[in-house]
């Protein structure tokens, strides 16, 4: 598990997920295709050693990172 390495981007998706925006929503609010929220999300579940958003978004408030 590779906690450190998240980048501000993936933190920040990790959270506003974790506070109820949709990938949809988050895309548009900060002016990015959803493939790039897909993206960030893919490389967190493979820094976290997840498989689900779900799972990351516990693992990330576990670890403190979000």
Known sequence: MDSKALTTN??????????????????VEHGVQITTIRFHLQ???RKLGTRTTLH???????????
């Open 56 to 66: 990351a978004i516990a693992v990330a408030h576990r670890l403190g990172l979000i």
């Open 10 to 27: 993936e933190r920040r998706t990790l959270f506003w997920l974790a506070n109820g925006m949709t990938r949809n929503e988050l895309a």
């Open 43 to 45: 490389q967190v579940n």
